[in-house]
DNA sequence: ATAGGGGTACGG
DNA sequence: CCGTACCCCTAT
């Protein structure tokens, strides 16, 4: 079984090579990525693999936008300056786009709008308020907050409010918008997002792959050459060997993930080439290799007095059984060893999985049938009668749940709910491992009449950012235009649905 | 997509 | 234990 972390150096090594996109989107689906952390070198790559296959296919679009603002809240933003030119002229060619003449022709919205004259200017004032009255203005506000100022000052430059001041005239003055079209060509802004990513890459130097095959040759000529990237530690012996053993078995890794992709392709989904939402997806030891899969652990015990809880330990690998530690990576862990906890609570069912490693292959067909890829979430099984499990396993509303994933693990021959439940509990709930088992903020499984089992979203306070951009937005957009709204701040309210707004809206005009 | 009704979780 | 914030479902 491919190990999760070198699986992301050779998702952080294929993802700066010349690969078609849909094929890096294959390869994000079936290697088994580590769980994600913001800060993990992976994470920079995947943002800047999606800016070039923005180029490349020479299509800019809000998601453009919203890499560049990822890019400049990372630690030690690469190319400041190059960077905050490339976001104002993104921007801009957003912002213009529809009043360019060749934008009237064939737009992407099929909806077959008859609009004709005018029609762009109502896109453009649309998009001057979404890009620069809300977009933008978010960033300007938060570049003079003090605290603010680490994320959005990198993006904030005199040229972009120059632009901004600009777009503002534009809506109210034919003769400026005009100018507009002239001076703010898409090629402009293809300029200089290709001038950002070379900067980029060229500050990114090799990746760790690179690093480590250069480290395994020099210890074949015996005399251990030193890494040039600070970022990356020297790989061990150890390491050497283990990528070794990779390019022995790359043939036969990974073939369940293959049919996974297979199956895919006959519900006909996933067959978008867009890369998925890099935030989702990162490593958690970059040439390090002691840490292990399991996070801090709590005790299971320590939960409410009211509630009856169990822990179910499955083990049907023997492999496993000579595992000293459960605190130890186990590289021959299967996805049917894991540990349940279950809690009954009135008519409610909590439950959480835990196991040690692999399930490398459900996560790629979850992401890939809900188009989302979840960073935290991941997905596991809730269907009648079956249970998955997913390594640090939390879980997600079963709206991002897809039958293929259900029709994956019925092959897969898992226990049975009934199984489950029929067990008789261990005496002593809590045995050895410790299982990672979060007292706040976890799920729940609903259990439904049919026997469906439905999740809930985790309960989130909102923050007096969030309350105060409803308000705001409220007032300069009036009350119901909640889709509206939750577009012109994706970030600050990359949690909330729309319904979410109008809910809170609906609390917040109570009192 | 949005409004409104109703269930659940959490803090006092 | 209760009130409220948060979340979900469904009709329109």
Same mark, same amino acid.
């Given at each position: 079984?491919?190990?999760?972390?070198?699986?992301?150096?050779?998702?952080?090594?294929?993802?700066?090579?010349?690969?078609?996109?849909?094929?890096?989107?294959?390869?994000?689906?079936?290697?088994?990525?580590?769980?994600?952390?913001?800060?993990?070198?992976?994470?920079?790559?995947?943002?800047?693999?999606?800016?070039?296959?923005?180029?490349?296919?020479?299509?800019?679009?809000?998601?453009?936008?919203?890499?560049?603002?990822?890019?400049?809240?990372?630690?030690?933003?690469?190319?400041?300056?190059?960077?905050?030119?490339?976001?104002?002229?993104?921007?801009?060619?957003?912002?213009?786009?529809?009043?360019?003449?060749?934008?009237?022709?064939?737009?992407?919205?099929?909806?077959?709008?008859?609009?004709?004259?005018?029609?762009?200017?109502?896109?453009?004032?649309?998009?001057?308020?979404?890009?620069?009255?809300?977009?933008?203005?978010?960033?300007? %506000?938060?570049?003079?907050?003090?605290?603010?100022?680490?994320?959005?000052?990198?993006?904030?430059?005199?040229?972009?409010?120059?632009?901004?001041?600009?777009?503002?005239?534009?809506?109210?003055?034919?003769?400026?918008?005009?100018?507009?079209?002239?001076?703010?060509?898409?090629?402009?802004?293809?300029?200089?997002?290709?001038?950002?990513?070379?900067?980029?890459?060229?500050?990114?130097?090799?990746?760790?792959?690179?690093?480590?095959?250069?480290?395994?040759?020099?210890?074949?000529?015996?005399?251990?050459?030193?890494?040039?990237?600070?970022?990356?530690?020297?790989?061990?012996?150890?390491?050497?060997?283990?990528?070794?053993?990779?390019?022995?078995?790359?043939?036969?890794?990974?073939?369940?993930?293959?049919?996974?992709?297979?199956?895919?392709?006959?519900?006909?989904?996933?067959?978008?080439?867009?890369?998925?939402?890099?935030?989702?997806?990162?490593?958690?030891?970059?040439?390090?290799?002691?840490?292990?899969?399991?996070?801090?652990?709590?005790?299971?015990?320590?939960?409410?007095?009211?509630?009856?809880?169990?822990?179910?330990?499955?083990?049907?690998?023997? /492999?496993?059984?000579?595992?000293?530690?459960?605190?130890?990576?186990?590289?021959?862990?299967?996805?049917?060893?894991?540990?349940?906890?279950?809690?009954?609570?009135?008519?409610?069912?909590?439950?959480?999985?835990?196991?040690?490693?692999?399930?490398?292959?459900?996560?790629?067909?979850?992401? %890939?049938?809900?188009?989302?890829?979840?960073?935290?979430?991941?997905?596991?099984?809730?269907?009648?009668?079956?249970?998955?499990?997913?390594?640090?396993?939390?879980?997600?509303? /079963?709206?991002?749940?897809?039958?293929?994933?259900?029709?994956?693990?019925?092959?897969?021959?898992?226990?049975?709910?009934?199984?489950?439940?029929?067990?008789?509990?261990?005496?002593?709930?809590?045995?050895?491992?410790?299982?990672?088992?979060?007292?706040?903020?976890?799920?729940?499984?609903?259990?439904?009449?049919?026997?469906?089992?439905?999740?809930?979203?985790?309960?989130?306070?909102?923050?007096?950012?969030?309350?105060?951009?409803?308000?705001?937005?409220?007032?300069?957009?009036?009350?119901?235009?909640?889709?509206?709204?939750?577009?012109?701040?994706?970030?600050?309210?990359?949690?909330?649905?729309?319904?979410?707004?109008?809910?809170?809206?609906?609390?917040?005009?109570?009192?």
């Amino acid at each position: 079984m491919i190990d999760p972390d070198v699986a992301a150096w050779i998702l952080d090594f294929l993802l700066r090579q010349t690969l078609d996109d849909s094929l890096v989107h294959r390869l994000i689906l079936s290697l088994p990525i580590p769980a994600p952390s913001p800060s993990s070198p992976l994470h920079r790559t995947l943002i800047l693999r999606r800016l070039s296959s923005d180029l490349s296919r020479r299509s800019l679009s809000p998601r453009t936008l919203h890499s560049l603002e990822l890019l400049s809240s990372l630690p030690r933003p690469s190319s400041a300056a190059a960077l905050r030119a490339a976001y104002a002229a993104v921007a801009a060619d957003l912002t213009v786009k529809p009043l360019r003449p060749s934008s009237r022709g064939g737009d992407d919205d099929g909806g077959g709008g008859g609009g004709g004259e005018g029609g762009g200017e109502g896109e453009f004032y649309d998009a001057v308020n979404r890009i620069w009255n809300c977009r933008v203005a978010d960033l300007e %506000a938060a570049a003079e907050g003090a605290e603010g100022a680490e994320a959005a000052a990198g993006l904030v430059s005199p040229e972009l409010r120059a632009t901004r001041r600009e777009m503002e005239e534009a809506v109210v003055d034919a003769t400026v918008r005009a100018g507009l079209v002239v001076r703010y060509t898409e090629e402009r802004a293809f300029q200089a997002v290709r001038v950002y990513l070379e900067e980029a890459w060229k500050e990114l130097g090799p990746s760790f792959l690179e690093l480590a095959a250069e480290a395994l040759i020099g210890m074949a000529k015996g005399k251990g050459l030193e890494m040039e990237n600070p970022n990356s530690s020297k790989p061990s012996p150890e390491e050497g060997s283990r990528l070794l053993e990779l390019v022995n078995h790359s043939g036969t890794v990974n073939k369940r993930g293959k049919e996974i992709i297979e199956e895919n392709t006959h519900e006909g989904e996933s067959s978008s080439p867009e890369l998925h939402d890099p935030s989702s997806v990162g490593w958690n030891r970059m040439g390090k290799c002691k840490s292990t899969n399991f996070r801090s652990f709590e005790n299971a015990n320590e939960s409410g007095n009211r509630c009856t809880k169990t822990i179910l330990k499955l083990d049907r690998d023997s /492999a496993a059984e000579r595992r000293p530690s459960m605190m130890e990576r186990n590289p021959t862990a299967r996805t049917i060893e894991c540990c349940i906890v279950v809690e009954v609570r009135k008519n409610q069912l909590l439950f959480t999985v835990s196991c040690s490693y692999g399930l490398i292959d459900i996560q790629p067909v979850c992401c %890939a049938a809900g188009s989302h890829h979840y960073p935290k979430e991941q997905v596991f099984l809730h269907s009648p009668g079956l249970i998955d499990c997913q390594s640090q396993l939390t879980s997600v509303p /079963a709206r991002w749940v897809s039958r293929t994933c259900i029709n994956y693990s019925r092959k897969a021959n898992h226990e049975t709910w009934d199984d489950l439940f029929g067990s008789p509990l261990p005496a002593n709930p809590v045995e050895e491992p410790h299982v990672s088992y979060p007292q706040k903020g976890k799920d729940s499984l609903l259990v439904k009449d049919n026997n469906q089992f439905i999740l809930r979203k985790r309960r989130k306070k909102w923050s007096s950012l969030e309350e105060e951009t409803l308000r705001k937005s409220v007032e300069r957009h009036g009350v119901g235009n909640w889709k509206f709204i939750k577009q012109c701040h994706p970030s600050i309210f990359k949690d909330r649905t729309e319904v979410d707004l109008k809910d809170k809206w609906r609390n917040l005009v109570r009192h």
